[in-house]
Nanobody, 124 residues
Framework: QVQLVESGGGLVQPGDSLRLSCQGS????????MAWFRQAPGKEREFVGS????????YYANSVSSRFTISRDNAKNTLYLEMKSLTPEDTAVYHC?????????????????WGPGTQVTVSS
């Protein structure tokens, strides 16, 4: 199995950029399709984006597709989420998740391993 730990969250102002990282350890990182999810207070967990094992395929939620970029560096066992033009609506706890599968699942119930999350707060 793989263990995941997110980092890079914080308090930023509207319009700012932020890069989140998800460090994996344990089983071979490149075995996994990866995703980012987020959960705002009082709301259900929401799919942000996913990436296949090699990084050659990516899929994004419509709400972030023009502003967020997901990438991975398998040599460093790290998943990234580059976020631009942040708004208060992006405030949430961001989690990375992993599963061994050929596709790019969007449902949180399809992912097997999860990190504890990192808080992103967008506020002026």
């Amino acid at each position: 199995q793989v263990q995941l730990v997110e980092s890079g969250g914080g308090l930023v102002q509207p319009g700012d950029s932020l890069r989140l990282s998800c460090q994996g350890s344990g089983r071979t990182f490149s075995d996994y399709s990866m995703a980012w999810f987020r959960q705002a207070p009082g709301k259900e967990r929401e799919f942000v984006g996913s990436i296949n094992w090699s990084g050659s395929r990516k899929y994004y939620a419509n709400s972030v597709s023009s502003r967020f970029t997901i990438s991975r560096d398998n040599a460093k066992n790290t998943l990234y989420l580059e976020m631009k033009s942040l708004t208060p609506e992006d405030t949430a706890v961001y989690h990375c998740a992993a599963v061994i599968v050929a596709g790019l699942p969007m449902g949180d119930d399809e992912y097997q391993f999860w990190g504890p999350g990192t808080q992103v707060t967008v506020s002026s």
